[in-house]
């Protein structure tokens, strides 16, 4: 059982920057991609980002291109959300995931193990 701890949330105001970590715990598999998601309150939870085992691609979706860079650290079993030019619409809990693979998903349904989440808040 891999288990994710994600950290550095807080509250910003728009415009400010924050960069989340997610620290794995080492699994039985040999290749994990991993990604990043939100749920705001009252909303259905949704893909923000994410990579391939070791990094070689990323995706995101399209309200975060440009603004949020995910990248991860195999050495440190850790990977990161780097989130510039932060929006009151980016409020959320972000959580990280981790699904069994050499490809990557934009769909919850692909991911195996989640963290308990991190909150984001940002004021106007």
């Known amino acids: 059982q891999v288990q994710l701890v994600e950290s550095g949330g807080g509250s910003v105001q728009t415009g400010d920057s924050l960069r989340l970590s997610c620290a794995a715990s080492?699994?039985?598999?040999?290749?994990?991609?991993m990604g990043w998601f939100r749920q705001a309150p009252g909303k259905a939870r949704k893909f923000v980002a994410a990579?391939?085992?070791?990094?070689?691609?990323?995706i995101y979706e399209d309200s975060v291109m440009g603004r949020f860079t995910m990248t991860r650290d195999n050495a440190l079993n850790t990977v990161y959300l780097h989130m510039d030019s932060l929006r009151p619409e980016d409020t959320a809990v972000y959580y990280c995931?981790?699904?069994?693979?050499?490809?990557?998903?934009?769909?919850?349904?692909?991911?195996?193990?989640w963290g308990r989440g991190t909150q984001v808040t940002v004021s106007s």
């Open positions: 990579t391939t085992w070791n990094g070689d691609r990323t």
């Open positions: 995931a981790a699904g069994v693979g050499l490809g990557m998903s934009r769909s919850s349904n692909g991911y195996a193990h």
């Open positions: 080492k699994g039985p598999e040999s290749a994990y991609f």
